[in-house]
């Protein structure tokens, strides 16, 4: 598994926005050995988690099974523990419904931006499409107003 990192994302906004975890990267540089190994992260999974704290943008690429959802969802679970949101994709949108349920797994809240869940996903990930919220949201302000 290749960890390939990206320091594009540097205007001022976006670091604004995750100050939060930049600042506890930068300051807290915490041993994640105890974090990796109750994610059951290999060598190579914890170092792509300890990437992330010092990196805006991660991309994790490899070969079918070598965990890339699995770390994928313990980076964001870590990181929401420090900021707001994370955003995560994926190549399709199978790929972008597994690591959605292995964040929920994870204890991450979630919410599904785009169109065509993956059929073995729809029960689980349809109340957390944004076009449900959204529709859930005006029929709440229909019923109020």
Request: net charge negative.
């Amino acid at each position: 598994m290749d960890i390939l990192i990206d320091d594009a994302l540097t205007s001022e906004a976006v670091r604004e926005k995750n100050k939060g975890c930049l600042l506890y990267a930068e300051h807290a540089k915490p041993d994640l050995t105890k974090e990796a190994l109750r994610l059951g992260l290999n060598d190579s999974q914890a170092r792509a988690l300890t990437a992330t704290l010092e990196q805006k943008l991660c991309l994790v690429q490899g070969p079918p099974g070598t965990g890339k959802t699995k770390i994928c969802a313990a980076i964001a679970r870590f990181h929401t523990s420090y900021t707001d949101a994370v955003c995560v994709a994926a190549q399709s949108n199978g790929a972008v419904d597994e690591l959605l349920v292995r964040c929920q797994q994870q204890g991450v809240e979630v919410v599904r931006v785009g169109r065509n869940i993956t059929p073995e996903y729809e029960a689980t990930l349809a109340s957390v499409n944004v076009d449900h919220i959204i529709q859930d949201q005006i029929g709440w302000m229909s019923k109020t107003c």
